[in-house]
């Protein structure tokens, strides 16, 4: 009786115990002086896999501007200098330069030579506009919707990868307190009967 008494002794401490990690958990959330509301751009960056300098524009967004601004009725070399100018920054100034070089009468590969390896859905895009005259609204959402089951496919990939990764601490945290909690007691309780 009295070891039985011990171990209910026992897992009530061990319950308690939980407590001041609850207090401490609940404490964590409240807003610590000198802690930044807002992320930096590192930060953003590592969250959301982009890399960069702050202020440039995601390629799919270049991508569905090129389309409303070509789908508006104007030309290519007009269409990616107003989105340049929308843009602006590095990927801006590259469009910008494209649309000059296109109107003063240069090929499709010499207008984007100082473009960024990240351009090239763009590139790919309208080449076929240029080159050949087809139509640019089809290539462009084509492509965007490529760059999109790209990045979901990435994202899916990443969540499992997460879900492995998960498993291992969740099971060293649950196991031990299972065993204390719920082994420890009934073990106690059956050697105090075989005992007595």
């Given amino acids: 009786m009295r070891l039985a008494a011990v171990?209910?002794?026992l897992t009530l401490c061990?319950?308690?115990?939980?407590a001041p990690w609850l207090a401490v958990r609940s404490a964590a959330r409240l807003p610590v002086v000198g802690v930044r509301a807002r992320p930096d751009?590192?930060?953003?960056?590592?969250a959301t896999g982009s890399i960069g300098p702050p202020g440039r524009l995601d390629v799919l967004v270049l991508l569905d501007l090129l389309d409303a601004a070509i789908a508006s009725g104007v030309s290519l070399p007009r269409a990616l200098a107003a989105v340049g100018d929308a843009a602006g920054g590095v990927d801006g100034g590259v469009l910008k330069l494209a649309s000059s070089a296109l109107v003063m009468g240069a090929d499709w590969s010499t207008a984007w030579v100082a473009a960024p390896v990240r351009l090239?859905?763009?590139?790919?895009?309208?080449?076929p506009t240029w080159v050949t005259g087809a139509a640019p609204g089809p290539a462009l959402r084509a492509a965007a919707a490529h760059l999109r089951r790209e990045r979901r496919t990435a994202a899916r990939e990443a969540v499992g990868r997460l879900g492995v990764h998960l498993v291992l601490p969740l099971g060293l945290c649950f196991l031990p307190a299972f065993?204390?909690?719920g082994l420890v007691p009934v073990m106690v309780s059956l050697g105090a009967g075989l005992v007595s």
């Fill in 7 to 9: 171990a209910i002794a």
């Fill in 120 to 127: 090239d859905p763009v590139i790919e895009g309208l080449a």
């Fill in 14 to 18: 061990l319950l308690g115990a939980g």
């Fill in 179 to 181: 065993v204390l909690i």
């Fill in 41 to 46: 751009h590192a930060e953003v960056a590592r």
